[in-house]
């Protein structure tokens, strides 16, 4: 039993000095089994739109990783992929990071202006873009489409770049309580860092087909998706097109998955759909959810009607998933599990940094010498490395049992969370404010039913100009991407704010959308 709030078992495995995380993820992979299927892209009917082997894929990831060289990418310049959801998408990040370049992924869902303000934060040297992903005309910024990715994969392989693993490899987006996102800059170490995840939350291993129903390009897409079933041997499965609840059973059985990976949105889905899951899910050995918080009677249903078990896991852009639940850690419900072996995890007071006592809420923090810690953020195109000191906090609220065991008690900031993405309110509220028909707005999470919660929107009418909630969505649709737009609106005759004019946000939770012009 633990004394205080501080879980620490042991550190995590030495990190090799010299290390590429691309070289990490196919490297071995290539080598052992090069004939083994390393990735199926699976349409909406069941079948293997494509089909990659892990020879195939790693000499399309070299080969690009030879023509980025070659129009001038060099170690270090950041590479804005702009993709739609393919295999161009990991063939394109892995043969950035295996050059030593950086890579920066971004939503295809991201609008005109939401691109324009990344690449003001970002700086990118270089993007690549395809489809009806174009960056705006007026960036000065050169572009490569996914012709050139086609035509680089006729060159020659290169060797994987001699990186440092404190080398930077690749650089996420977040939203903060300023409003803007902000880069996150991981290193190549990240990658070996996801180790710790293999058996503390998966159980992962070379023989299992991992079925995630995010897209490419989305961080827990490519870590849980990707990087970790490549990097053991094992084969993962992408369906791109996303669809209807009834997909991911019909794609589990055709594909004989043994792990399936998505958000708690699609487990409530797939238990509303017709007809019994559980013959769909025969192969399955496991379930995981992450994103966002998983609802106790949501994880009760879905074991009870399947009888898979089902490992949540909490983490943030900074450092992935670090906390969970998984075949040597059974859940406890009330919990998201413990941290993973080799984590140094803690519950700290908010003056001091001090671990608290067991059962004591306080500031969820991170040790600064973990291996899957980013190295900074990245605004206006300058690296702000990490403060000095022990911990990293995470910006979570938690408690800690005597067991390890974590008891997530939401963020210590505003941030919201929807669809498994980190949404500032500051941003949405901005966008709203440009409506000629919004005097004054504000936006939280509201549990519209048990366990479900969504963005809303509070709005004050102008007097002079009618508002209607149907163009205030078109409005916001135009301006943000869509995870980030309310699902409904209430209108109010003023917020409510703290005498210093801050709006209170849970009170407009507390509020919910009982008026008529709530749009569900």
């Not at 324009?116 to 990118?124: D, G, H, N, T």
């Not at 898979?308 to 406890?332: D, H, K, Q």
Request: charged share 20%; aromatic share 6%.
């Amino acid at each position: 039993m633990l004394s205080q709030s501080l879980f620490d078992i042991g550190p995590p495995p030495p990190v090799p000095a010299r290390f590429n995380m691309a070289a990490h993820t196919l490297a071995e992979g290539a080598r052992a089994h090069p004939e083994k299927t390393a990735l199926i892209v699976a349409d909406a009917a069941g079948t293997a739109r494509e089909s990659w082997r892990y020879g195939a894929l790693t000499e399309a990831v070299l080969a690009t990783a030879t023509g980025l060289r070659q129009v001038g990418v060099g170690r270090g310049d950041r590479v804005l992929l702009r993709l739609p959801n393919s295999s161009d998408f990991p063939v394109a990040f892995f043969g950035t990071v295996a050059l030593g370049a950086v890579a920066v992924p971004t939503s295809p869902m991201l609008t005109e202006r939401e691109v324009r303000e990344l690449v003001l934060e970002v700086a990118p040297d270089i993007a690549i873009a395809g489809g009806d992903l174009a960056l705006p005309a007026d960036l000065d910024l050169p572009v490569l489409g996914t012709e050139d990715l086609a035509a680089f994969r006729a060159k020659p392989p290169t060797d994987w770049a001699d990186t440092a693993a404190d080398d930077p490899a690749f650089l996420v987006m977040t939203s903060g309580t300023g409003g803007r996102a902000k880069g996150v800059l991981h290193a190549h170490r990240a990658a070996w860092a996801r180790r710790m995840m293999w058996w503390g939350w998966y159980g992962l291993g070379p023989d299992d087909r991992v079925l995630h129903s995010g897209a490419f390009n989305w961080t827990y897409t490519l870590g849980a998706g990707l990087t970790d079933p490549w990097a053991i041997g094992a084969t993962a499965i992408i369906a791109p097109e996303g669809g209807a609840a009834d997909l991911w059973p019909r794609l589990v059985s055709a594909f004989g998955a043994t792990l399936f990976a998505s958000v708690p949105g699609i487990y409530r889905q797939m238990l509303r759909a017709e007809g019994p899951l559980r013959p769909h899910l025969a192969s399955l050995r496991a379930a995981l959810s992450a994103g966002e918080k998983l609802a106790d009677d949501l994880h009760a249903r879905w074991e009870s009607e399947t009888g898979v078990p089902l490992f949540e896991a909490l983490g943030m852009s900074e450092i992935s998933t670090y906390i969970s639940a998984g075949p040597e850690t059974p859940t406890r419900p009330g919990t998201v599990g413990r941290p993973q072996p080799g984590r140094r995890v803690a519950i700290v007071d908010d003056a001091e940094g001090k671990p608290l006592p067991i059962g004591t809420p306080g500031h969820l923090a991170v040790a600064t010498s973990d291996p899957g810690l980013f190295l900074g953020y990245v605004q206006k195109g300058a690296l702000t490395p990490l403060s000095p000191g022990p911990w990293f906090l995470t910006g979570d609220r938690a408690a800690m049992d005597g067991d390890g065991y974590v008891t997530y008690h939401g963020r210590a900031d505003d941030v919201m969370t929807a669809q498994g993405y980190r949404v500032s309110p500051l941003e949405v509220e901005r966008v709203l404010a440009l409506h000629p028909a919004v005097s004054d707005a504000a936006v939280a999470e509201v549990e519209v039913r048990p366990g479900v919660r969504i963005i809303a929107g509070f709005v004050v009418e102008d007097p002079a100009t009618p508002l209607d909630h149907d163009a205030l969505s078109q409005h916001c649709a135009q301006h943000l991407a869509r995870y980030k737009c309310p699902k409904a609106f209430r209108t109010l005759a003023a917020l409510p704010r703290t005498a210093n004019g801050k709006v209170i946000r849970r009170a407009l939770a507390d509020l919910g959308l009982s008026d008529a012009g709530e749009k569900l």
